[in-house]
């Protein structure tokens, strides 16, 4: 699909740490919800597993599965919005995650895309993705978050 | 020169702050498509778009022959982080303290203290 047909955001961080150590702040539940406003993640992290986000209380924000997988470098993530009912109306997204090593830090690439001209969905998620990123950046690297609450939430 | 460094400088320009006002408003334009819309050569918008690349303000991401650029607001979030969200926040304590001070006041005084019988 051509890029006008499509929706999509990219978002890069470079984060001083190594790529196994970003991997696991990616996919370890403990890990997440300290930089990801308590949000818990569900998923055997391999090729097809299922794969859930979930507010503290326990219910679903976003489900999908694990399209592709390769540690520590890249993993793709079917995304489908399961709290909003206009976003969960899009269908799903594609979420790709890529990790490089660039000197003495890890260039982290988050592609966020869904094959529609305009998409509410990932207007929503733009506003998310820069303050998870900065939290996870800043607790890699000094062991703190800036950002405790979702505006959003 | 330091990330935050580059960072500064890449937002000191006009020019590149219209570059990110275009990509902010169309994002995953190609070079041609950004240079149709600028008042600047097209080596100008090179030059511009590398030091935007350097400061990780624009990410490219090539697909096919094609290098589209993307605005990258994850440093402008930093910098928030950083320079902004913590000196707002004594302010917005300062006027709340303020607001609830006036209010209580407000409440025990209907009338001016002077005019009031002993």
Not at chain 1, 16 to 26: F, Q, S
Not at chain 1, 129 to 145: D, H
Request: include cysteine.
């Amino acid at each position: 699909m051509k890029a006008a047909h499509r929706s999509h955001f990219v978002y890069v961080t470079f984060i001083r740490t190594t790529p196994a150590k970003l991997w696991e702040a990616l996919t370890e539940p403990q890990f997440i919800r300290q930089y990801w406003f308590n949000t818990t993640v569900e998923c055997g992290w391999k090729k097809g597993s299922p794969w859930k986000m979930n507010r503290p209380d326990g219910s679903p924000t976003d489900t999908g599965e694990i399209l592709e997988i390769d540690p520590p470098r890249r993993m793709v993530i079917r995304w489908q919005n399961e709290w909003k009912p206009e976003l969960k109306a899009e269908g799903p997204s594609r979420c790709t995650i890529e990790l490089e090593p660039v000197d003495s830090a890890v260039k982290l690439t988050i592609t966020h895309e869904i094959d529609r001209p305009v998409s509410e969905f990932i207007k929503a998620v733009s506003g998310g993705w820069p303050r998870i990123l900065s939290n996870l950046k800043s607790l890699l690297e000094t062991g703190e978050v800036a950002i405790t609450s979702h505006p959003g939430h | 020169m330091g990330d935050a460094d580059l960072l500064f400088k890449a937002l000191a320009d006009p020019g590149r702050r219209k570059l990110m006002d275009r990509l902010h408003a169309h994002d995953g334009q190609a070079l041609s498509e950004l240079c149709r819309h600028l008042d600047m050569t097209r080596q100008g918008v090179t030059q511009h778009l590398a030091v935007l690349e350097a400061a990780n303000l624009v990410a490219v991401q090539w697909r096919g022959r094609e290098k589209l650029h993307f605005l990258n607001p994850v440093p402008l979030q930093e910098i928030y982080d950083r320079w902004i969200r913590k000196f707002e926040r004594p302010r917005l304590k300062a006027l709340r303290d303020l607001k609830r001070r006036l209010e209580e006041h407000g409440e025990a005084t209907p009338t001016a203290p002077a005019r009031r019988t002993p």
